[in-house]
Structures are given as structure tokens and as C-alpha cells.
């Protein structure tokens, strides 16, 4: 599919996109669960149906209503023998160590981008947990055979937070007087996202500074009922549409999550746009934008909408934690400094810095998603305000986390024309 957006005046309201990191979090939680979990305001992106598809494969029984999900589970009981966790990073990462949980071989795939991703750190970790488990060369697809034994345990919080999460889950379901102690943890954000959601289902964690997470006595997943809240990740685009392009509201946002991508308010903030937050909306107004500086080792997936803003900066802006962007659905680092140079953006990369040299005129281009749907997103939200329509190929990667952005940007007042 190929979409072009024309340069246009932002103005509006709109609904944030539901969460697809708590979403998939809370399908987790809700297979884990005995009885029927009801989630409401469900994220339908590629990444949550898959997360969905998995928690079938894993034994749950899901009834899709018109705005909410019955999900209703006895723990994990594989019906297969194989699971397939589609393009999802966080899916692979927060399901194997709960397939684990099984006694049954599985065997798990992916495709697209999660087949060139490495999958090594599972061999190094759940086998100390009795879990037999091997991988082609540390890519998929992954065998694994548990049944999971928590134990204590250190493993290296710089391999994924990801897979930090899972592990947290499935000692939730089953562990006793057992630590997990972790060190060099990057995205400390996604981790308390982690808890606060095992909290809302009955699970509780004591964490010491994000470096020991213990397990008292055994505890049980509770089904609830429990509401997705709007995506910081997503919503980042649109407030930065807003920033650089006009005004706008964007409702059914948290300003107390525990997203760590609510970090673009910061950004924003500093870069001169003009900020009024409720306590589930934000109004945003352009202002005299300037360069700024940023460290988003801990909010990786902000690096597309931060360089949409520094675009139209004038001047260098400063974005610490490159090195968290290679294991993405791109290279991001380096897609990012191609496509945004398409549109006559000049990025330098240097170590784990980027630096973004703004205010020089975007120009329409004819550009490329990588089939990544944070780069597709991002060049839409730049083509607000170059000098000529910018034609995105290969734009329906948005599908694998926000179907509806093309939507709410034309909502907004955006010039999109898609052609197939």
C-alpha cells in the first residue's frame, strides 16, 4: 500500500489508540488467570491479535464482543504444540517463559523482522530453570520443554526487559520465596508497566530498585475486569503532529502511566510546544520550536516522533540511546537518518547519540517504511509540513501497532490519499 500526505494545518480532537503494550500484557495475565477476564477498549493493531492467537494456542477460550474481550482460562493448558507470536518483540519475549510453564515441547515461531532478531538469551536463561530449550544459531525458531521450576536467579537486564517481563509473569503464576535479581536493566518504565499490571490482577511483586523482584508465599492471577489505556507510543505521532503543524486534543491518555513512552511530553515541552495536561487528555498548540536535548535509552520507540520533532527545530537536537534501536522492526538508527535524508534531513549518529539537524526544510520525498510502522508514522507527521507531498511505500506496516493512524490524522485535518 502506498499512502501520501500533503502539507497541511493540524486541528481537532482525537482519541488516543489503545495500549498495545498493556493490551498484550494483559492477555498474558489473563491466560495466567483462572475464570473469565474482561478486557475492554481492546487494541486490535497485528501485534495484540497475535497476542490473542498465542493465549488460544495456550489453552484460553476468547469471545470477541463488540468493544470487549471474554477471555476465560484455566492457566496454561497448550491445545498445540506450536505457537506463532507474528511480528511481536514483546510477544516472544513475555510468552516463551509462560509457555514454559507447560510441561509439553513447543515449539515457537515468528516471521517478518522476528525471524533475524537474536533469541540466544533464552538458551542462557531457562535452562537454569530446568527448562530445556534451544534455538537455530539464536534466531527461531525456539523449542523449548518445561515444566518452569522458579528459582533465584540473576540474569542481565541489558538482554531485554522484555523478557524480563515474562519471566515475572510466570513466577507470578507459580513461584514461592524465590528472587529474581537483575542487573544493567534498561527500560525500567516497561517493567513497572510490568508489575502494575500483575497488581491489578491479584499478583503482587516487592521490587527493590528495579534489582530484585520477589516472590513470597504462592500466589494465583485473579480474572478481572480490566480497561486498555490509550497508547503513549502511538499518540506520540499525534502530539507531535500537533506541536509542529497546528493544535489538537488527545484524549484517553494517562498522564500517570507507567508508559515509558509518556516521555514525549517531556520532549515536547522542551522543544517549545505548548502544553496543557488533564489527567486523561492533552492539549497541545505549536510554538517557536527549538532544539533540544533527550535521553531515550528508556523509551526507544519515541526515536521516530522525537526526530519529527527536531526536524522542524531549528537547529541540532541531541537524542541519547541509539544503541537500543538496532533490534527493532529496523536498523531505526540508520533508517531513520536514509528516509528523513530523503527528505533533506541531515542525522548523525555518533556512538549512542543522534543528532538531528533541524530547521533546514523538510522536503517532499518519496520515502520507505522499512516495514517498520514507527518510520511510517513518523514520515507522515513530516510531511505536515514540507514543502511537497511525501509518498510513503510499503505504508501498511502501521497495521502491526495502530491500524487507525492514517484515519486520526485525517481526522485532525491531515492530507491522506491512499492508493493499493
Known amino acids: 500500500m502506498q499512502v501520501t500526505v500533503s502539507p497541511?494545518?493540524?486541528?481537532?480532537?482525537?482519541?488516543?489508540?489503545?495500549?498495545?503494550s498493556a493490551m498484550q500484557r494483559a492477555v498474558a495475565a489473563a491466560l495466567l488467570a483462572k475464570g473469565t477476564t474482561i478486557i475492554r477498549n481492546p487494541g486490535l493493531s497485528n501485534d495484540c491479535l497475535a497476542a490473542l492467537e498465542v493465549a488460544e494456542n495456550l489453552g484460553a477460550k476468547i469471545k470477541r464482543e463488540y468493544d470487549y474481550f471474554e477471555i476465560t482460562s484455566n492457566g496454561v493448558a497448550p491445545f498445540y504444540d506450536e505457537i506463532n507470536c507474528g511480528e511481536s518483540g514483546l510477544g516472544i519475549r513475555m510468552f516463551t517463559p509462560i509457555a514454559a510453564l507447560s510441561s509439553l515441547?513447543?515449539?515457537?515461531?515468528?516471521?517478518?523482522?522476528?525471524?533475524?532478531?537474536?533469541?540466544?538469551?533464552?538458551?542462557?536463561?531457562l535452562p537454569q530453570l530446568e527448562v530445556k530449550c534451544t534455538t537455530q544459531g539464536g534466531k527461531l525458531p525456539l523449542h523449548i520443554q518445561g515444566p518452569l521450576q522458579p528459582k533465584d536467579i540473576t540474569i542481565d537486564g541489558s538482554l531485554s526487559s522484555q523478557f524480563l517481563t515474562g519471566l515475572l509473569m510466570a513466577y507470578g503464576a507459580t513461584a514461592e520465596n524465590a528472587t529474581i535479581t537483575v542487573t544493567d536493566l534498561k527500560s525500567k518504565p516497561y517493567i513497572?508497566?510490568?508489575?502494575?499490571?500483575?497488581?491489578?490482577?491479584?499478583?503482587?511483586?516487592?521490587?527493590?530498585?528495579?534489582?530484585?523482584?520477589?516472590?513470597?508465599?504462592?500466589?494465583?492471577?485473579?480474572?478481572?475486569?480490566?480497561?486498555?489505556?490509550?497508547?503513549?507510543s502511538g499518540a506520540a505521532f499525534l502530539l507531535v503532529a500537533a506541536a509542529v503543524a497546528g493544535k489538537a486534543e488527545v484524549q484517553h491518555l494517562n498522564v500517570a502511566s507507567a508508559q515509558s513512552d509518556k516521555a514525549i511530553l517531556e520532549a515536547l515541552e522542551k522543544a517549545g510546544a505548548h502544553l496543557?495536561?488533564?489527567?486523561?487528555?492533552?492539549?497541545?498548540?505549536?510554538?517557536g520550536l527549538q532544539p533540544f536535548e533527550?535521553?531515550?535509552?528508556?523509551?526507544?520507540?519515541?526515536?521516530?516522533?522525537?526526530?519529527?520533532?527536531?526536524?522542524?527545530?531549528?537547529?541540532?537536537t541531541k537524542i541519547k540511546g541509539v544503541s537500543r534501536l538496532a533490534h527493532k522492526e529496523s536498523d531505526r538508527g540508520l533508517t531513520l537518518q536514509e528516509e528523513f535524508g530523503k527528505m533533506g534531513i541531515k542525522i548523525d549518529l555518533q556512538?549512542?547519540?543522534?543528532?538531528?539537524?533541524?530547521?533546514?526544510?523538510?522536503?517532499?520525498?518519496h520515502v520507505h517504511s522499512h516495514n517498520d510502522h514507527?518510520?511510517?508514522?513518523?514520515?507522515?507527521?513530516?510531511?505536515?509540513?514540507?514543502?511537497?507531498?511525501?509518498?510513503?511505500?510499503?505504508?501498511?506496516?502501521?497495521?502491526?501497532?495502530?491500524?487507525?493512524?492514517?484515519?486520526?490524522?485525517?481526522l485532525l485535518g491531515g492530507k491522506v490519499a491512499v492508493s493499493v
Open 8 to 20: 497541511a494545518t493540524i486541528a481537532g480532537t482525537v482519541t488516543a489508540n489503545p495500549s498495545k
Open 105 to 125: 515441547p513447543i515449539t515457537i515461531e515468528g516471521h517478518g523482522s522476528l525471524t533475524t532478531r537474536p533469541m540466544d538469551f533464552f538458551e542462557q536463561v
Open 192 to 232: 513497572a508497566l510490568t508489575l502494575q499490571l500483575m497488581a491489578h490482577f491479584g499478583v503482587q511483586v516487592t521490587e527493590k530498585n528495579f534489582e530484585t523482584f520477589h516472590f513470597g508465599s504462592k500466589q494465583a492471577y485473579k480474572a478481572v475486569d480490566y480497561t486498555v489505556e490509550g497508547d503513549w
Open 276 to 287: 496543557m495536561s488533564g489527567v486523561f487528555t492533552v492539549n497541545i498548540e505549536k510554538g
Open 294 to 316: 533527550i535521553d531515550a535509552t528508556d523509551c526507544p520507540d519515541l526515536f521516530p516522533p522525537l526526530v519529527a520533532l527536531a526536524a522542524n527545530c531549528h537547529g541540532t
Open 351 to 365: 556512538g549512542d547519540l543522534m543528532l538531528v539537524h533541524g530547521g533546514t526544510g523538510i522536503k517532499g520525498a
Open 374 to 410: 514507527r518510520i511510517a508514522m513518523a514520515c507522515a507527521v513530516a510531511a505536515l509540513t514540507a514543502d511537497g507531498p511525501v509518498t510513503i511505500d510499503n505504508a501498511e506496516a502501521i497495521n502491526k501497532s495502530y491500524p487507525e493512524f492514517y484515519d486520526h490524522l485525517a
